[in-house]
């Protein structure tokens, strides 16, 4: 029996205008879940990106000290582009170009020390019988490649036994919180990864 020219009209009229509204809706809410939650975990990406290559920074340093038989100092600086960054150099000196360097995103802050403002920073630790320099100096290498108290263009690092560093550094997410990682160098000049999670634990990743 032919079908009835009533019955194939509805059948050929498509979605209709509430149909399309609740999809709308249901795509705008899923987009107001994940999109903050992706643009979260990109931002995580690009930090520990940057905790990767400072860190590699100051192993490189660390290494030049050795070979080079004097203190290498890592330090911030601003380019000649007007972009923050790190290096560095032997006994401290100004940034010239061919120095290991690590430019910064204007959004990343890195703070030398404790009092960061980190969450539970606290349970970071560089190791048994280590303590973090209580100052804000810069991290420095002896010829020996172990952590010292550097003076610029100095002759000597004072050795500073039993003590390491930490830098923390930081990001804001688009949700408003902020991420953190951190770099520890141990009493014996070896470098560590820390990242923290969305619970303020902390967790070594090298």
Not at 115 to 121: F, T, Y
Not at 140 to 154: E, K, M
Not at 167 to 184: C, D, H, M, Q, Y
């Amino acid at each position: 029996m032919p079908q009835s020219t009533t019955h194939k009209h509805k059948n050929d009229r498509g979605f209709s205008l509430l149909e399309m509204l609740i999809v709308v809706a249901i795509l705008v809410t899923l987009a107001a879940i994940t999109v903050p939650r992706m643009m979260n975990v990109v931002s995580d990406i690009k930090l520990r990106y940057v905790v990767q290559n400072l860190s590699g920074l100051l192993q490189s340093s660390r290494m030049q000290a050795v070979r080079k038989n004097t203190f290498y100092m890592v330090q911030s600086t601003t380019l000649a582009s007007g972009d923050a960054a790190y290096y560095g150099h032997a006994k401290g000196n100004a940034y010239v170009t061919g120095d290991p360097v690590l430019p910064v995103a204007n959004q990343i802050t890195v703070h030398i020390g404790t009092g960061s403002g980190a969450p539970n920073e606290g349970t970071i630790t560089c190791g048994a019988s280590c303590a973090f320099n209580p100052g804000a100096d810069n991290p420095s290498f002896n010829a020996r490649g172990l952590p010292c108290i550097g003076v610029v263009n100095a002759n000597s690092c004072l050795e500073n036994p039993g003590k390491g560093y930490v830098l923390f550094v930081s990001k804001p997410a688009l949700t408003g919180n902020i991420n953190w990682a951190a770099v520890v160098i141990t009493a014996s000049g070896h470098t560590q990864v820390w990242t923290c999670d969305g619970d303020g634990n902390w967790i070594q990743r090298d």
